[in-house]
Nanobody
């Protein structure tokens, strides 16, 4: 079992930046693929970014060029650097982990509780 704890959410003005962190428990973090999803009010949860165990990355079209996912295996932590934030980025952001390490946009095994990001116009 892997426990994921997100932090770093908050309120920011449009055009600003935030960095989310997700701390994972367990000794096998380095072999997992990690991802960030988000869910806006009244909408379904959607994929934002993912990073494989090797460090390869993939992004949704809505965040590509503005968000950067990275990982620090020594700290069992994955990050999401969010720049040029827009009001439509307002959502609860969830961290997720997948055992097999593959770089995919769905079917993750473990989930965090989420952190709120609010972007004001």
């Amino acid at each position: 079992q892997v426990q994921l704890v997100e932090s770093g959410g908050g309120l920011v003005q449009a055009g600003g930046s935030l960095r989310l962190s997700c701390a994972a428990s367990g000794r096998t973090f380095s072999s997992y693929s990690m991802a960030w999803f988000r869910q806006a009010p009244g909408k379904e949860r959607e994929f934002a970014a993912a990073i494989s165990w090797r460090g390869n990355t993939v992004y949704s079209d809505s965040v590509k060029g503005r968000f950067t996912i990275s990982r620090d295996n020594a700290k069992n932590t994955v990050y999401l650097q969010m720049n040029s934030l827009k009001p439509e980025d307002t959502a609860v952001y969830y961290c997720a982990a997948r055992r097999d390490g593959y770089l995919v946009r769905s079917s993750y095994d473990f989930w965090g509780q989420g952190t709120q990001v609010t972007v004001s116009s």
